[in-house]
């Protein structure tokens, strides 16, 4: 019998469509030797399957064109997938493991990483503790500082402590930062919600845009005279494989959603080697430092002029699983790796030992700690 993957994508996050795109594409190309059953986080929140979830046209109008939609849901503490049928949800079927295709909140921070814990499902992608980090950029930040990785200077805000008293916060962080400074929310990916700022009089304006977004933003010094890079890496059988390391080549300063998703003209071409080697080294310095797993996508600033190379960000589930990255890799082979890997997790922590034998519950009955007089 074929061991069942579930391929989760869609959710509440402003990448929903991209997500769709890596999951429509991870389906064309699952090896031969798994099923899968495709599992779609609407926008409200809501968990379905449908029969047709393969056809990127469905997704124009869900509601309308899915056809024979169900809702479904995990069971806690099983691997068990129920399916509401008459008002009820019964099993419908067992998940081996989990192929992560969500980008975003509650996909990608950890949240639904925590759910499969609780399942006992196995995960193709970072776990609870490393999607969180990954994914708000400023616990990224303090972690990268903490650790000496070079990335370029930056301060936090929160929503209400900036509400509380604008003119101070705006004064302390054009004192903190130099201009050109760039703002982004600290919890969003695909570029969304961030602005340059070249002087202090586009500053509020910019936090009030990330502010809309998130309740916490990263404000950082602009890199100037920029290259962009980015590099993938994925552990498999105790061995790191790093991707080819490609530049970024965008209209603007800021590599925008449209420029990742949209755009013709963002074409990539390959860094010279030693740039690369650079790179790929700090790749796996960082997905070993953040307990990565599954692939992780690093993207890289590059100041040409200073010689300098910082890490901008990691992606903990990146578009399209960076398949594109890898020229010796099939995607086919890819997905083959990660599940295998996912299985190989999920053994060594059965493994573990969950359970310890005590006397806390006889010595509580008999001594009454916190009992009434």
Not at 274 to 293: G, M, P, W
Not at 336 to 344: G, P, Q, T, Y
């Amino acid at each position: 019998m074929k061991e069942k993957i579930a391929i989760l994508f869609g959710g509440t996050s402003v990448e929903h469509d991209i997500s769709i795109i890596t999951a429509i594409q991870t389906m064309r190309f699952l090896p031969a030797e798994y099923s899968y059953i495709p599992i779609y986080i609407d926008k409200e929140g809501l968990w379905w399957t449908a029969d047709n979830l393969e056809n990127i046209k469905v997704f124009q109008n869900f509601k309308k064109n899915a056809k024979a939609k169900k809702r479904v849901t995990l069971v806690l503490g099983e691997n068990d997938l129920l399916v509401k049928k008459n008002g009820r949800f019964v099993h419908m079927c067992k998940i081996s493991t989990v192929l992560n295709c969500c980008h975003g909140r509650v996909g990608e921070d950890g949240s639904v990483q925590g759910l499969f814990e609780c399942c006992d499902i196995s995960q193709t992608s970072c776990g609870v503790t490393s999607s969180a980090l990954c994914m708000d950029k400023v616990f990224m930040k303090d972690v990268f500082d903490a650790n000496g990785i070079p990335s370029p200077k930056y301060v936090s805000l929160r929503k209400c402590e900036y509400e509380r008293n604008k003119e101070e916060k705006l004064r302390e962080v054009a004192k903190a930062l130099s201009f050109p400074m760039i703002v982004k929310p600290a919890n969003l990916g695909s570029s969304i919600g961030i602005s340059i700022c070249e002087d202090e009089s586009k500053l509020e304006e910019a936090l009030s845009l990330a502010f809309s977004f998130d309740e916490k933003v990263l404000i950082e010094v602009l890199v100037q005279n920029l290259r962009e890079f980015n590099c993938a890496c994925f552990s498999f059988r105790e061995e790191l494989i790093s991707s080819s390391v490609n530049e970024v080549k965008n209209k603007t300063n800021i590599f925008t959603f449209e420029d990742k998703y949209l755009s013709e003209h963002a074409k990539n071409k390959e860094v010279d080697k030693n740039l690369a080697k650079k790179v790929a080294r700090l790749t796996e310095n960082v997905y070993e430092l953040f307990d990565c797993k599954g692939v992780v996508r690093v993207d890289f600033l590059y100041d040409e002029a200073g010689k300098v190379l910082y890490v901008n960000e990691i992606n903990s589930i990146p578009g399209s699983l960076a398949f594109y990255l890898f020229k010796d890799v099939p995607f086919k082979e890819l997905l083959r790796a990660l599940i295998e890997e996912s299985f190989s997790e999920r053994d060594k922590k059965r493994r573990l030992r969950t359970t310890f034998e005590s006397d806390a519950l006889k010595i509580f009955e008999e001594v009454k700690i916190g009992s009434k007089k």
